[in-house]
């Protein structure tokens, strides 16, 4: 795909590509440029994570195909088709999690995954990562800003919903996720101050009764995360291990392919939750750094198509499609590098993976759409 | 939809908005930021700490254990070899329940007893719980091969191919050679791990054990590259493991050969010395035991067995058997009397077949006087004594010289001391004194003590292999070649130092008493009780010339006028016998002891032992040199 240089050299502003092509096809040129460095970087790392295979590159490739073609679709859309659609996609969403009881399968005692056979299989909580944010900005765009008590507590409704239900699975760090991406909805609304200050501050007092109310594996999960040698080659393997990676890289790394830690089997999920590790072994200080330099600016693109969208449903759903990213990258590269417990968040665009994937584009997807259907206003 | 009427204010939302986000976006900068500094302080302040830990995950060291030294007899025979052998180990750490394990287990192999006593004793123990030790031993291509069909459901077990310490000569040479034993982890704390990584068996006995830093042979080891689940990835480094020094035994198969078949399965001991160079060229205790079953761990029944055995067959007779030495101590008493000037060759005694103290009742008798009521040898000297085993002549002699002139000059033969080079387990025995009296009993010496110690009965203990090194002193006309199991592994220094002589005894003095034994051998066809008294034994077809004496050594106190017959009391009461040789007398090549546990008299028993020990020494070695008709046919006899 050629690309205009006049686009690249334009400001970080209104995105004033002459490329025909691009704007016929949807797309923001930037945004596209930066999902594509990091995409075919991750294809890189993960050629080595996953020791040279070339199967697992070629089914990487594919879902990121898919995942573009997704992309591309839903781009052509103009975002208010998705705002009325808003409310029947939640509750689509809602009924999926609902259907999970008596259809879903069990996977290491937690049901996270509803079949239909031969046709597909899915993890509903992946499509409420979307259809909460979406519900939550067309909840707000209807309502004067910054809202007014009773539509918190609907909001708040909203979002407790399908997070209960995705607890009782049970999910606990999904319900979180998806959780803190509807309150980052609500943050960017507008939300009193004061309400930010009091939530926090009863969260932390009501945190030590969590302590007994989470299950024991996660408790492990807490305490491994302060002392990872209590328990060297239990719950403390994969945090120890990844460490040990990082660290080793130094610099400039070990070369690529040439990381023990991960070639040797040492590090666990190597190319999946913990593929950051691989990289930082092996492309060390530099590798982190220029990853993390992009998505930096995928955020700040994010961000300025939502401070761009014409809006308050645009801004709220872009502001949280992007917010949402880099809470991943955080959550990921911090549980990775032992300063948050270990959660199953994947790295965004990097680690193997189908339905994050796919998520993941069809926010893009959504982030297109805001920015290309706009009328031109000023 | 539900409030009709909103007049939205776009652009204030628009303000709430930018603000807001503005916020996140530092907010993002700052968890990015925070991110940065936990992976530069991994990266560079930790960054030496973490690649020491990455190398020590996938470096590991393999010991690459050195092949044991083998062990030679002195015509280059094997004793211990080291074969090829496949046994089942056991990773205590890695199994996860014992009981299904061993289920597992016993429907793929026969586990014998002693199998199963291991995995239980080794689920238990504590030290060393990651390293493979050894369950069974020796499994055939059958049983290697059931056992690798079912790997899979059998963790914590392997099978591992091992050199194995093997004793061709088994029973012949057990107590000689000594043997290995599985190290225990009592040894895991005296030994240097290092040194024997990789290594299952350590020498626990004789040679064996003497020899153990030369046999080891040095430790090698490849470093590999491992990945997480320990499986080897590449040999980055290596070095070769250098095998262990071979050790060559003055022993003899032959010998140990003619003396096992000697012995007849009669309890005892033979010992015999190289007199020049004190090279133990046999040495044998009965019964023995198969010290290769051992090595893979015997059954505890097995093992009690064993132990418990009223025979005995673990112990080294020849080696730690203590015993009244009798009669053979009698060419000692002589000597130290003809030097000290206490007798002379010539001197004679009247034997009236007993002796008493001067204002004692008690009558010492002379060991014919039960049989003849005239009793009693008639006029003795010194070298009848001795071919006539006169108890009288020693009585009379012992008790003129007195116990410090004997016991500080018994002493000088080896007499309560282990002379021996590389036989450290050997005994002392016992040569008691005044001093050793009053210490150990809290009584006097009495003198009546003096007259048994001068025929080798009262207190005085000795071995086979201190009466086969006195013999050997004897053989050297006083010159002392301490006794040796291996060749050339001590210097020339090593064993001048010990190379001493017993002292300056004249040449005549020599020729009395090794005449006398000569007799004892060799004086035969007289009239009665006149001929030696192995002469009808050993001596009426000897091709070569021997010396020799015998001894009896009482077991149980025979009270004073008590007829003693053997055939009367238990087999376990009768008499000890003993026999001392060497021969030829003129340039003496071989010293032997032979003890017989309750095996009677030691003319009759004894002596035919030694006679067949030195003929199987002698005869080809006489045969090779020069080649008299007489000898030659019975060379072709045996």
Redesign the interface.
């Given at each position: 795909m050629s690309f205009d240089e006049r686009s690249m050299s334009s400001t970080w502003g209104i995105a004033l590509g002459r490329d025909r092509l691009l704007r016929v096809l949807r797309l923001d040129p930037m945004l596209l440029v930066i999902i594509m460095v990091i995409a075919a970087f991750g294809l890189v790392v993960l050629y080595s994570a996953a020791d040279q295979s070339e199967a697992t590159v070629e089914a990487q490739i594919t879902r990121l195909t898919l995942g573009f073609a997704m992309m591309l679709l839903i781009a052509q859309f103009p975002a208010h088709v998705f705002m009325r659609l808003a409310p029947w996609l939640y509750l689509l969403g809602i009924l999926f999690l609902i259907l999970i009881y008596p259809l879903g399968t069990e996977v290491n005692g937690s049901r996270r995954w509803l079949r239909i056979p031969g046709v597909l299989q899915f993890q509903p909580s992946e499509v409420m990562k979307l259809c909460l944010p979406l519900v939550l900005a067309w909840y707000l765009h209807?309502?004067?800003?910054?809202p007014r008590p009773k539509h918190v507590v609907v909001a708040l409704l909203l979002l407790l919903v399908p997070c209960a239900l995705i607890v009782l699975q049970p999910d606990l760090g999904t319900a979180l996720i998806i959780g803190g991406s509807g309150l980052?909805v609500l943050?960017?609304?507008?939300i009193s101050w004061r309400w930010v200050a009091w939530s926090s501050l009863l969260a932390v007092v009501s945190a030590p009764a969590f302590w007994f109310l989470i299950k024991d594996y996660q408790r492990e999960r807490i305490l491994t995360l302060f002392n990872p040698e209590r328990d060297p080659l239990g719950s403390g393997w994969n945090i120890i291990?990844s460490?040990?990676?990082?660290?080793?890289?130094?610099?400039s790394g070990k070369g690529l392919l040439q990381g023990?830690?991960s070639h040797?089997?040492?590090l666990p999920e190597s190319s999946t939750d913990f593929i950051i590790a691989v990289l930082?072994e092996e492309l060390?200080?530099l590798g982190?750094?220029f990853l993390?330099l992009c998505?930096?600016l995928l955020?700040?693109r994010g961000?300025i198509i939502?401070?761009n969208a014409q809006?308050?449903f645009g801004?709220?759903l872009a502001?949280s499609i992007t917010?949402t990213l880099?809470i991943y990258?955080?959550v990921n590269?911090?549980m990775v590098?032992?300063?948050l417990p270990v959660v199953g968040v994947p790295l965004p665009l990097v680690s193997f993976g189908g339905t994050s994937i796919l998520t993941l584009f069809i926010g893009f997807g959504l982030l297109m759409s805001i920015h290309s259907h706009r009328r031109i206003m000023l | 939809m539900a409030e009709p009427l909103i007049i939205k204010d776009h652009r204030g939302e628009a303000q709430i908005y930018i603000e807001r986000v503005t916020l996140g976006a530092i907010l993002v900068a700052v968890l990015f930021g925070l991110l940065l500094m936990r992976i530069g302080y991994l990266q560079f302040v930790r960054h030496d700490a973490f690649v020491t830990r990455s190398d020590e995950n996938r470096m590991q060291l393999v010991a690459k254990p050195p092949s044991r030294g083998l062990i030679f007899d002195a015509e280059g025979q094997i004793l211990a070899e080291n074969l090829p052998a496949r046994q089942l180990v056991m990773i205590p750490e890695q199994i996860r329940s014992l009981d299904e394990s061993l289920a597992g287990l016993r429907s793929v192999l026969d586990l014998d007893e002693a199998a199963e006593e291991r995995i239980q004793d080794l689920a238990k123990r504590r030290a060393r719980r990651f390293e493979a030790a050894p369950v069974m031993y020796n499994l055939t291509d059958e049983e290697v091969a059931r056992f690798e069909a079912n790997r899979m459901r059998l963790p914590g077990f392997a099978v591992r191919a091992e050199l194995l310490r093997h004793y061709p000569r088994a029973a012949l040479t057990a107590h000689a050679v000594g043997s290995v034993r599985m190290i225990t982890d009592e040894d895991q704390r005296l030994i240097d791990a290092a040194a024997y990584s990789g290594t299952s068996h350590i020498g626990k006995l004789g040679v064996e054990r003497f020899y153990e830093d030369a046999l080891l042979g040095g430790v090698g080891f490849d470093q590999v590259e491992v990945n997480a689940k320990g499986r080897v990835m590449q040999v980055v480094n290596r070095q070769v493991p250098r095998r262990g020094d071979s050790i060559n035994l003055y022993l003899n198969t032959r010998l140990q050969k003619a003396a096992d078949a000697a012995m007849a399965g009669r309890r005892g001991a033979v010992v015999a010395l190289e007199p020049s160079t004190g090279g133990v060229l046999a040495l044998l205790s009965k019964p023995s035991y198969d010290p290769n079953p051992f090595l893979t761990g015997l059954s505890r029944s097995a093992f009690s067995q064993l132990v418990n055995s009223r025979d005995l067959p673990l112990f080294n007779r020849a080696l730690q058997g203590q015993y009244e030495p009798g009669s053979t101590l009698k060419p000692f008493i002589g000597l130290i009397g003809l030097v000290a000037g206490y007798a002379t060759t010539d001197g004679v005694i009247e034997d009236q077949g007993w002796f008493r103290l001067e204002g004692e009742t008690r009558l010492y008798r002379d060991w014919n006087w039960t049989k003849r009521d005239s009793g009693g040898h008639g006029r003795v000297h010194i070298q009848k004594a001795l071919y006539r085993s006169c108890n009288v002549f020693f009585y009379d002699l012992a008790h003129r010289m007195g116990i410090d002139l004997l016991s500080s000059q018994l002493d000088r033969f080896g007499f309560g001391q282990n002379l021996a080079i590389d036989l450290p387990e050997a005994k002392r025995g016992l040569l008691p004194s005044q001093a050793w009296k009053r210490e150990a009993r809290g009584a006097d010496w009495r003198p009546g003590d003096t007259v048994n110690l001068g025929i080798g009965q009262g207190d005085m203990l000795v071995t086979p292999m201190q009466m086969a090194q006195a013999a050997a002193i004897l053989a050297n006309r006083g010159r002392i070649q301490p006794a040796v199991m291996a060749k050339d592994r001590w210097t020339e220094d090593t064993l001048e130092s010990s190379n001493r002589s017993v002292g300056p005894i004249p040449d005549w003095a020599w020729e009395t008493i090794i005449g006398g034994m000569k007799k004892v051998v060799h004086r035969g066809n007289q009239r009665f009780g006149e001929n030696g008294t192995a002469w009808a034994y050993i001596g009426r077809d000897i091709p070569y010339t021997m010396a020799g004496k015998s001894g009896t050594a009482q077991v149980v106190g025979i009270s004073q006028g008590e007829v003693y017959d053997e055939s009367l009391i238990d087999e376990r009461f009768r008499k000890h016998a003993w026999f001392i040789a060497f021969a030829p007398v003129e340039q003496p090549l071989i010293a032997v002891a032979v003890l017989l546990e309750n095996g009677g008299g030691g003319s009759e028993n004894a002596a035919p032992v030694a006679r067949a020990v030195i003929d199987a020494y002698l005869l080809d070695i006489l045969s090779a040199e020069f080649v008299p008709s007489e000898m030659q046919s019975l060379a072709s006899i045996r």
């Open positions: 209807e309502r004067h800003l910054p980052l943050l960017l609304a507008g291990q460490t040990i990676a990082i660290g080793s890289g130094g610099l023990t830690q040797l089997d040492f930082e060390g200080f982190v750094v993390l998505y930096s955020i700040l961000v939502s401070v809006d308050t801004r709220l502001g917010f880099a990258v955080f590269i911090g590098s032992g300063i | -």
